[in-house]
C-alpha cells in the first residue's frame, strides 16, 4: 500500500509560508493513502495558478494544463482511458472565470472526475487581482475601490449545472476534508469540492478569523443531500453563515458509461493495428 512520502515529490511546492494550499495537498496525499490507491491508477490534472502547481508535488501522473484548461484536458484523458481515477484541481480564477464555459458542460456531462476547486477568493499567482468568487467591496489593484460585482456561487451552479456530487470543504478542518475528497472520488460521476483556503498574502479579508466566525457543518443540521431543492436553498446560504459538507449527491449514468464506443472497452485497450488512418483523413477532403 502506499504511503504519503512515497506519493511525495522532490519538488517543493513554492507556496508563501501559511498558504492553505499546504493543507489540501496533505489531505488530497491522505485520502488516496486511505483509500489504498496505487499511484499509478492516478491522473492529476491543473490548470494554471498556485493551485495549478499540485501535479509536481504528486509522484502519480501528473498534467500541468494552461489556465482554464483541465476540464477539457481531464475529459479527454477520461475518454481514452477510464480505468483511471481522476483528480482536476484549480483555482477560483482558473475553474470559475476562464474555465467557467467548461465547467458548466462538464458538469451536465456528468463525467466521472473529482474537481477539487482551491477558492481562495482572488487571484494568488498573479498577485491579487479580484476574482469571481471575491466579496462585494473586495480592494484589490484591479478594483481599487472595491469590486462592485456580485460574487458567483459555485455551489447553486453544480448544483443547477448538472454536478452529481457538490460539497464546500474548509481547509482548516483537515479531517472532513480528506473524508470529502475521498467520497467525491468514490463517487461515480462528476464531483465538485469548493475548497475554502486561505490567500495569506494577497486576502486580507477573508481570513481564517473571518471564516471561523461563519462556517457550520450541514451534517449538524440533518441536511439530506439527496434532496435538490434543499440542497439549492442550503447553497443560497451565503455572507453571514456558510455551510459546509455535502450539499447534493444523486446517482446518474457517467458519460463514459452511455457512450457506446467506450463503454465495454477503454479506447486505449482496444486494438488500432487495422485502423487506416490515411483513409480517415482523405475522407475529409
Ligand atoms: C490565457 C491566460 N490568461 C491569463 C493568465 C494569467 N493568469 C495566470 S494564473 C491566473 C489566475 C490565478 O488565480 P486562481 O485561478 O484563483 O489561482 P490561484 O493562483 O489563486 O491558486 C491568471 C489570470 C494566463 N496564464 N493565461
New binding site residues.
Given amino acids: 500500500m502506499v504511503t504519503t512520502a512515497e506519493l511525495t515529490t522532490e519538488e517543493k511546492p513554492e507556496w508563501c509560508p501559511g498558504c492553505g ?1 499546504f493543507i489540501i495537498l496533505k489531505a488530497l496525499k491522505e485520502a488516496i493513502v486511505q483509500q489504498g490507491l496505487e499511484p499509478h491508477r492516478i491522473l492529476i490534472v491543473s ?6 502547481k499540485t501535479p509536481q508535488s504528486m509522484r502519480t501522473f501528473g498534467y500541468h494544463g ?3 484548461r483541465a476540464l477539457p484536458i481531464a475529459t479527454g484523458a477520461r475518454l481514452a482511458n477510464h480505468t483511471l481515477k481522476i483528480i482536476v484541481i ?6 470559475y ?2 474555465g467557467m464555459g467548461h465547467f458548466i458542460h462538464t458538469m451536465r456531462r456528468n463525467l466521472d472526475l473529482t474537481y477539487l476547486v ?1 477558492n ?1 477568493q ?5 498577485k491579487g ?1 479580484t ?1 469571481p468568487t471575491s466579496i462585494k467591496g473586495f480592494k484589490t489593484k484591479s478594483t481599487p475601490t472595491g469590486s462592485i460585482e456580485e460574487p458567483v456561487n459555485p455551489i447553486a451552479l453544480a448544483i443547477a449545472g448538472g454536478a452529481t456530487f457538490v460539497a464546500r470543504a474548509y481547509y482548516k478542518q483537515t479531517d472532513d476534508l480528506t473524508q470529502l475528497i475521498i467520497d467525491g472520488m468514490q463517487h461515480k460521476g462528476f464531483a465538485l469540492i469548493d475548497i475554502i483556503q486561505y ?1 495569506i498574502t494577497f486576502n486580507k479579508v477573508n481570513t481564517p478569523t473571518w471564516y471561523d466566525q461563519r462556517v457550520y457543518k450541514l451534517a449538524d443540521e440533518q441536511h439530506d443531500p439527496t434532496n435538490k431543492i434543499r440542497a439549492f436553498e442550503k447553497a443560497l446560504e451565503g455572507g453571514e453563515r456558510i455551510p459546509l459538507g455535502l450539499f447534493y449527491r444523486e446517482s446518474r449514468s457517467t458519460y463514459e458509461d452511455e457512450l457506446p464506443q467506450i463503454k465495454d472497452v477503454p479506447l486505449v485497450h482496444q486494438p488500432i493495428d487495422d485502423v487506416n488512418i490515411n483513409a480517415l483523413i482523405e475522407s475529409f477532403f
Avoid at 484549480?90 to 475553474?95: I, L, P, Q, R, T
Fill in positions: 494550499n490548470g494554471i495558478g498556485q493551485a495549478g494552461i489556465h482554464g484549480g483555482g477560483d480564477g482558473d475553474a472565470a476562464i482551491h481562495n482572488v487571484y494568488g499567482l498573479t487581482q476574482a490567500c
